[in-house]
């Protein structure tokens, strides 16, 4: 059965920097997307970026474009979200979500493309 385990999350200070990991298993596929999303309490869940396995897709919401980087592991079955210039805008709990292949040159950002999700790993930011 397919499964997805983040890590990472924490307290950390406005202006720092956390590194998210997000483990897959239980499936065999050539192709595939991992996204991060993230919730903050009473927000809905939104789309931070996302990666294909093989490393040719790539996509981030505008909120955190120069902020945030997306790399993968593939043979590990891994995906990191490396966050930088934090601010208490980004305390929220943070998911990693599983989708198929929807297109040849990007990869989603909406939730309703992701069908399997990770438990979540909180990141507060505060000083």
């Known amino acids: 059965q397919l499964q997805l385990v983040e890590s990472g999350g924490g307290v950390v200070q406005p202006g720092g920097s956390l590194r998210l990991a997000c483990k897959a298993s239980?499936?065999?596929?050539?192709?595939?997307?991992i996204g991060w999303f993230r919730q903050a309490p009473g927000k809905e869940r939104e789309g931070v970026g996302c990666?294909?396995?093989?490393?040719?897709?790539?996509n981030y919401a505008d909120s955190v474009k120069g902020r945030f980087t997306i790399s993968t592991d593939s043979a590990k079955k891994m995906v990191h979200l490396q966050m930088s210039s934090l601010n208490p805008e980004d305390t929220a709990v943070y998911y990693c979500?599983?989708?198929?292949?929807?297109?040849?040159?990007?990869?989603?950002?909406?939730?309703?493309?992701?069908?399997?999700w990770g438990q979540g790993t909180q990141v507060t930011v505060s000083s």
């Open positions: 979500g599983f989708s198929y292949v929807q297109s040849d040159t990007y990869c989603s950002l909406r939730r309703l493309d992701y069908v399997y």
């Open positions: 990666i294909s396995n093989t490393d040719d897709m790539r």
């Open positions: 239980g499936f065999i596929l050539d192709h595939y997307v």
